[in-house]
């Protein structure tokens, strides 16, 4: 892997996961009404979403990016 093949990958990750983080927080205020119609565990969706859901959505993208940064940055150094 060249470095300019790292670079584009890179940025392809971080882009799609600013994208998920975008889109997690966007759709869980902007859809608050609609789901406060649903329950879980007898809280209303968007509350959950708003207090948990989101929070473990950004935890699991902070661990999805470290995982597969670590791999891309192993393969660049093993063909450097």
Do not use: C, K
């Not at 608050?32 to 935890?59: C, K, M, N």
């Amino acid at each position: 892997m060249d470095n300019r093949t790292h670079w584009r990958a890179t940025r392809r990750l971080t882009a799609a996961l600013l994208l998920a983080w975008l889109m997690t927080g966007f759709f869980a205020v902007f859809f608050a009404r609609e789901l406060a119609g649903l329950t879980i565990f007898g809280w209303p969706l968007s509350f959950y979403l708003a207090a948990q859901g989101a929070s473990l959505v950004y935890l699991a993208l902070i661990g999805l990016y470290a995982r597969r940064m670590r791999r891309l940055d192993r393969e660049y150094r093993e063909n450097a």
